[in-house]
């Protein structure tokens, strides 16, 4: 099955698979700030954010020619994004996660907002992503897609090679799982 890409990446996605560098930037344009969004999730550093983000576009170039539209582009990059992640966790010594440096919440509309909502923010964040890494592996996957990557069931479905029931099937109990820890009511939306 092959789902179609956003219509804009479309036409760069074709240019930038005949070799065209411009229309390969223009796509690692529109996806960086995502990207980097979904990064600074998983590892909670902006400066591996970045070069994880980086490492990610660098891949996506050397491997567009395999991009098969069976997904959008977006879910397609998350995929090597978070291959990118987990091999540098494999990398580290110690095993664990850095802390989070720095406000992963500077936006313009956020920057308004007082020290007291940023900092419930925060604590919202750091609460939601220890919760999200503590699901087992198959719901945490499918979590991170739907709504930290903005995937839909179907690429979902693509990017994990599995049916599309067993995504929704996973997706229930992951929200359930978080549910049971008043996260997901408040924290994210209805599916």
Known sequence: ???????????????????????????A????????????????????AEDIVQ???????????????????????????????????????????ASLNGDPFETLTQKSLGPESLFQMSEDAERVHRAVA????????????RFFADASLDDIAAVLDVPLGTVKSRLHHGLEKLRQLNLAVNLFPSV
């Open 1 to 27: 099955m092959v789902i179609p890409s956003t219509a804009p990446d479309n036409e760069f996605i074709r240019r930038a698979q005949a070799g065209d560098g411009r229309a390969f930037q223009r796509l």
């Open 134 to 145: 503590g699901l087992p592996d198959k719901h945490r996957q499918v979590i991170e897609l």
């Open 55 to 97: 490492e990610t576009l660098i891949e996506a170039w050397r491997s567009l020619g395999r991009f098969d539209s069976r997904c959008r582009f977006s879910t397609w990059l998350y995929g090597i994004l978070r291959h990118r992640f987990l091999k540098t966790c494999r990398h580290r010594s110690d095993g664990q996660l």
């Open 29 to 48: 344009e529109l996806h960086t700030e995502s990207l980097y969004r979904s990064a600074l999730g998983m590892c909670r550093d902006r400066h591996k």
